[in-house]
């Protein structure tokens, strides 16, 4: 069966640069929701989309913004990164706000 | 506020023996899941279980949402059940899930 997928799996950055991690969700999957996970941390909600519009939004800081395409994948798009932006990022797809799907994850590391 | 609560935090376990893991959650909820992070860091889903139990091969889990409580039974544990056991929760209110902070669980072989 088909699974979320995300890209890039590592990624590495510099202070201030900017990061752009993408999710693919699972066909005919209609919610799309992003959450970052710090070290020694649980998961937490940043952003959610149900079809293609803003659904829900939680603790995403302003130099975080996210879409999601005609095709259904997302896009979280990162700017001026800082040292503590260094996480695990989750996608995560689910059909209405049923079963809720988590792709592999993206670990961004900023130096 | 909200709150979702996991007990014990820490769990070490002799390969063989079983163990309970429990969620509380602070509200009603809409659904729940419970989730193996391994030690690569995958979210590995377990159960969506927002009410009633469930089995699959050595895991079960239950749900009393009317008590606002989850439990996961894991039998005969392996050293590949190692990892971080998280719950997750969907209030009636929202769409995202709240996480509980984890068990991380030790098998020892």
């Known amino acids: 069966a088909a699974g979320v997928i995300q890209s890039p799996r590592h990624l590495i950055k510099e202070k201030r640069e900017t990061a752009t991690l993408k999710c693919y969700p699972i066909p005919r999957h209609d919610t799309v929701y992003w959450y970052q996970q710090g070290p020694g941390q649980d998961p937490q909600f940043l952003i959610s989309f149900y079809e293609k519009m803003q659904s829900d939004k939680g603790s995403i800081p302003d130099r975080f913004s996210a879409q999601q395409f005609s095709d259904y994948h997302s896009e979280l798009n990162m700017s001026s990164l800082e040292l503590g932006d260094s996480a695990l990022y989750f996608c995560a797809s689910s059909l209405a706000s049923f079963e809720q799907f988590f792709g592999p994850g993206t670990r961004l590391t900023v130096l | 506020g909200i709150q979702v609560e996991q007990s014990p935090p820490d769990l070490i376990l002799q390969e063989g023996a079983n163990s309970t893991l429990r969620c509380n959650f602070s509200?009603?909820?809409?659904?729940l899941q419970w989730f193996h992070q391994n030690p690569w860091g995958q979210l590995i889903n377990l159960f969506y279980i927002p009410s009633g139990t469930k089995q699959n091969g050595r895991l079960s889990a239950t749900t009393v949402a009317t008590e606002r409580y989850s439990l996961l039974y894991i039998s005969s544990s392996q050293t590949t059940d190692s990892g971080v056991y998280f719950c997750a929760v969907n209030f009636d209110y929202g769409q995202n899930f709240v996480f509980g902070p984890g068990t991380r669980l030790s098998v020892l072989p």
């Open positions: 509200d009603s909820v809409n659904n």
